[in-house]
């Protein structure tokens, strides 16, 4: 059983950073994507950024790109989230999820199997 934690959330003003981090536990072979994904109040979550852990390759929103980096420390079991550049649009909650596959379908939610409890990121104008 694969365990997700999350955490690094807060609130910032546009322009600022943050970091977070999803901690795993358990049984996770190389070969999972493994995604931060974001939902908005009052909208439909939507995967911000992903990563193949075999790979390494990266994926993001267009909305992020140049702007969030995703990445992970195979020693320490965590994945990364920084978020340089943020905007009130960037508000919501963030989830660190997983999958085991490629992440050929990392834009589809319905997809990853694993979630954390997500961290509350809030970006003020």
């Known amino acids: 059983q694969v365990q997700l934690v999350e955490s690094g959330g807060g609130s910032v003003q546009a322009g600022g950073s943050l970091r977070l981090s999803c901690v795993t536990s358990g049984t996770m072979y190389s070969g999972y994507c493994m995604g931060w994904i974001r939902q908005a109040p009052g909208k439909e979550r939507e995967g911000a950024a992903a990563l193949y852990v075999r790979g390494g390759n990266t994926y993001y929103h267009d909305s992020v790109k140049g702007r969030f980096t995703i990445s992970r420390d195979n020693a320490k079991n965590t994945l990364y989230l920084q978020m340089n550049s943020l905007k009130p649009e960037d508000t919501g909650m963030y989830y660190c999820?997983?999958?085991?596959?490629?992440?050929?379908?990392?834009?589809?939610?319905?997809?990853?199997?694993?979630w954390g409890q997500g961290t509350q990121v809030t970006v003020s104008s």
């Open positions: 999820a997983a999958y085991e596959g490629t992440c050929a379908s990392w834009t589809l939610t319905r997809f990853y199997d694993y």
